[in-house]
């Protein structure tokens, strides 16, 4: 079992500036990093919009760099997944991993929310290079391009119409004959001339050839047709999962299942924090992300140095309980 400062759970933007903040503040602090350094913005190729980059950069290269600058003031980071945490008992807090155990004087949650996938063939094989899960991010490299949305919902007609800023035609592709989206953005999209629909259609395969997406194969659910259709990329919005299963149940959630957190980011555990897309449903971005990080560690920051006597009692006391 080791002990630390903060144990910071997740390697995203946020949790990679919350580690810069509490390593730079001489806290002790543990990254646990979960499957993926760096999470979703890792898998991106190419960022154009995160301050400080004017050439932009990579999401891997963006992520390494945050690494390095917090372990530069001495965060450690543990290439492992966090499979249960005790926060029942208050601080010191307990997380265990796949390989070991950490108690925290302070957590801070950066666990994320994941995009909903299809789960058909290719579309994990061309991640980066024609699908993707975010219109903001990766718009800009679709300009006169043809490309379709999959979804119905108010995230793919939103989503759908940012896109036509860039994109020759949007191809909205449902599974059903009517959309869920709100009465004012199925207005905007049908009235849009970029916006077209297919309607009763999945995707039952995202194809390619020389390493990028060059077309979609479609099922129309009430005929049972099938035809490939051109396309020079696929945007997917059919929802996000909060990683919040691994919590328990110990910090209170929405409906949806995003932690519920003060203006201070602090979640209904006094001592844990949250911060990031495991809170934000809305923005989904990693400079908003990494603002969070900033926010929710400062706010870590003043409650440890607030607490620094008693934190201390408890640290001899649980030394004492090991020995």
Not at 252 to 263: F, H, Q, R, S
Request: net charge negative; proline share 3%; glycine share 12%.
């Amino acid at each position: 079992m080791q002990k630390a400062r903060v144990v910071i759970i997740g390697s995203g933007p946020a949790g990679l500036t919350a580690a810069l903040y509490t390593a730079r503040a001489q806290l002790k602090t543990v990254v646990i990093t979960g499957k993926l350094l760096g999470g979703q913005i890792a898998t991106t190729h190419e960022v154009e919009n995160f301050p400080g980059f004017p050439d932009g950069t990579t999401g891997p290269e963006l992520v390494e760099n945050m690494k390095q600058q917090a372990e530069k003031f001495g965060a450690e980071f543990v290439f492992d997944s966090v499979t249960s945490v005790d926060f029942s008992r208050g601080s010191p807090f307990k997380v265990t991993t796949d390989g070991d155990e950490f108690l925290a004087d302070a957590v801070v949650v950066t666990i994320g929310a994941n995009p909903r996938e299809l789960g058909v063939p290719g579309e994990r094989e061309y991640v980066g290079r024609g699908v993707s899960y975010c219109a903001t991010c990766d718009g800009y490299f679709f300009r006169g391009k043809d490309i379709v949305v999959v979804g119905g919902g108010d995230s793919a007609l939103q989503e759908g119409i940012f896109l036509t800023k860039f994109a020759n035609t949007v191809n909205i592709i449902h599974r059903r004959d009517q959309l869920r989206a709100s009465v004012a953005l199925q207005t905007r999209a049908f009235s849009n001339p970029k916006i077209r629909f297919t309607w009763d259609t999945v995707v039952e395969e995202v194809k390619g050839a020389n390493g990028v997406v060059n077309a979609v194969r479609l099922r129309n659910v009430k005929t049972g047709e099938v035809k490939d259709q051109p396309t020079d990329g696929v945007f997917v919005f059919i929802g996000y999962d909060p990683n919040s299963g691994v919590l328990g149940g110990q910090l209170a959630v929405d409906d949806a299942g995003y932690v519920v957190i003060d203006e201070l980011h602090r979640t209904s555990v006094e001592g844990v924090f949250a911060a990031g897309e495991i809170h934000d449903s809305v923005f989904r971005q990693a400079i908003t992300a990494a603002g969070d990080g900033c926010k929710a560690a400062l706010t870590a920051i003043k409650w440890l140095g607030e607490r620094e006597d008693r934190l201390q009692t408890l640290d001899t006391a649980t030394m004492a309980a090991g020995s």
